[in-house]
């Protein structure tokens, strides 16, 4: 399975955490106080299998429809707000959380997708405390939590992610949950060494010789910054690389939403 197919299928699995096994019927919960009409069904089993198959664009076109034709459904929010984020709208999806909120006390589900759009839009600092919210809802969910790992690794908090990674790892129940945590744990370590910050300083960038008294000419020294930009390219190419890897998880895991 491509880092791909697992990000979404992940993301899709969010879902899944408020108990919604069939559009057309969710729970009772407080998710959806009223029955899904019968016009409004078709269009969230659409978005929902556009999502699936990693269609967010089209998603968001088709739940965007579903929330003009019922603007008091929060299942339809929800989908749309999550459609958003994943297609790279957070800002977006953030105000459709903020009307969701407005009706009804924050869920799971709310504060996971809220961290998701913080995240996504460089607030690190509140995609933390709504990862944090999110586990005082459900203290064993793995996606809080691995969530609250990508928050501190963004902003360069590589023992407070690792400290996450290893209380994931004491907590796990099974052998899928631990390592899950494990990997995690591992692509924090990588990516705080490849940073810099684990006491394997990086490789320095070679300077002019300061002994010589000659100055390079114009060509060389344009060779020598084009290799210097290249050098730099390449070290965040890999450094991007590592974080794709923390970011989406290879692990299937009891406890994560829909796990």
Same mark, same amino acid.
């Given at each position: 399975?491509?880092?791909? =197919?697992?990000?979404?299928?992940?993301?899709?699995?969010?879902?899944?955490?408020?108990? *919604?096994?069939?559009?057309?019927?969710? %729970?009772?919960?407080?998710? &959806?106080?009223? $029955?899904?009409?019968? =016009?409004? $069904?078709?269009?969230?089993?659409?978005?929902?299998? %556009?999502?699936? &198959?990693?269609?967010?664009?089209? $998603?968001?076109?088709?739940?965007? @429809?579903?929330?003009?034709?019922?603007?008091?459904?929060?299942?339809?929010?929800? /989908?749309?707000?999550?459609?958003l984020v994943r297609d790279g709208q957070p800002l977006n999806s953030i105000k459709q959380?903020?009307?969701?909120?407005? +009706?009804?006390?924050?869920?799971?589900?709310?504060?996971c997708t809220f961290g998701e759009a913080y995240l996504a839009a460089g607030a690190v600092?509140?995609?933390?405390?709504?990862?944090? %919210?999110?586990?005082?809802?459900?203290?064993?969910?793995? /996606?809080?939590?691995?969530?609250?790992?990508?928050?501190?690794?963004?902003?360069?908090?590589?023992? @407070? $992610?690792?400290?996450?990674?290893?209380?994931?790892?004491?907590?796990?129940?099974?052998?899928?949950? /631990?390592?899950?945590?494990?990997?995690?744990?591992?692509?924090?370590?990588?990516?705080?060494?490849?940073?810099?910050?684990?006491?394997?300083?990086?490789?320095?960038?070679? =300077?002019?010789?300061?002994?010589?008294?000659?100055?390079?000419?114009?060509?060389?020294?344009?060779?020598? +910054? %084009?290799?210097?930009? +290249?050098?730099?390219?390449? @070290?965040?190419?890999?450094?991007? =690389? *590592?974080?794709?890897?923390?970011?989406?998880? +290879?692990?299937?895991? *009891?406890?994560?939403?829909?796990?």
């Amino acid at each position: 399975m491509s880092a791909r =197919e697992i990000s979404r299928s992940l993301s899709i699995a969010l879902f899944l955490s408020l108990g *919604i096994t069939g559009l057309i019927a969710p %729970q009772k919960a407080a998710a &959806e106080p009223k $029955a899904i009409s019968a =016009e409004l $069904a078709p269009l969230l089993e659409k978005g929902y299998n %556009q999502m699936k &198959e990693g269609k967010y664009s089209a $998603a968001v076109k088709t739940l965007t @429809e579903a929330v003009k034709l019922d603007g008091d459904s929060i299942t339809a929010r929800r /989908y749309l707000a999550f459609a958003l984020v994943r297609d790279g709208q957070p800002l977006n999806s953030i105000k459709q959380m903020n009307l969701i909120v407005k +009706q009804i006390k924050p869920t799971y589900f709310e504060w996971c997708t809220f961290g998701e759009a913080y995240l996504a839009a460089g607030a690190v600092s509140q995609a933390q405390n709504c990862y944090e %919210q999110a586990l005082k809802v459900a203290p064993t969910s793995s /996606y809080a939590r691995s969530g609250l790992i990508r928050a501190n690794v963004k902003s360069g908090n590589y023992s @407070e $992610a690792l400290g996450i990674a290893e209380e994931g790892m004491k907590g796990s129940r099974d052998n899928n949950s /631990y390592d899950y945590f494990k990997k995690l744990y591992a692509g924090v370590r990588s990516h705080m060494l490849a940073s810099g910050s684990g006491g394997a300083a990086p490789m320095p960038v070679a =300077e002019n010789d300061a002994a010589s008294d000659e100055p390079l000419d114009k060509a060389a020294l344009l060779a020598q +910054q %084009q290799a210097q930009r +290249q050098s730099r390219a390449e @070290e965040q190419k890999r450094k991007d =690389e *590592i974080l794709r890897r923390i970011t989406s998880s +290879q692990g299937k895991v *009891i406890n994560h939403p829909g796990g």
